[in-house]
């Protein structure tokens, strides 16, 4: 089992920042990779950014070159998300999801942390 505890969510003005932060614990030995997803009121669960062990990264087109996803260099088990200039279309729950395969999404989810961007 892996479990992750998101933090760092909160309420910003449109063009903030704002840095989300997961942390991976239990059979870490597991992981291939970690990253977001997040899921607006009344539409589906969509990817945001993946990172791999390996340091390749996947992100959505909405959120390039404004978000970056990075890991803890020491030990790799915890996730960031950089979010920068964000958008009111940027709210939503953002969820750290992570595990091993291949296959996306990851079989490992956390609680789930709310990013509210205000106009």
């Known amino acids: 089992q892996v479990q992750l505890v998101e933090s760092g969510g909160g309420l910003v003005q449109a063009g903030g920042s704002l840095r989300l932060s997961c942390a991976a614990s239990?059979?870490?030995?597991?992981?291939?990779?970690m990253g977001w997803y997040r899921q607006a009121p009344g539409k589906q669960r969509e990817l945001v950014a993946i990172?791999?062990?390996?340091?390749?990264?996947?992100y959505a087109d909405s959120v390039k070159g404004r978000f970056t996803i990075s890991t803890d260099n020491a030990n790799k088990n915890t996730v960031y998300l950089q979010m920068n200039d964000l958008k009111p279309e940027d709210t939503a729950v953002y969820y750290c999801?992570?595990?091993?395969?291949?296959?996306?999404?990851?079989?490992?989810w956390g609680q789930g942390t709310q990013v509210a961007v205000s106009s």
């Open positions: 999801n992570g595990g091993g395969g291949a296959t996306l999404p990851y079989h490992y």
């Open positions: 239990g059979s870490i030995f597991n992981i291939n990779g």
């Open positions: 990172i791999t062990r390996g340091g390749s990264t996947i």
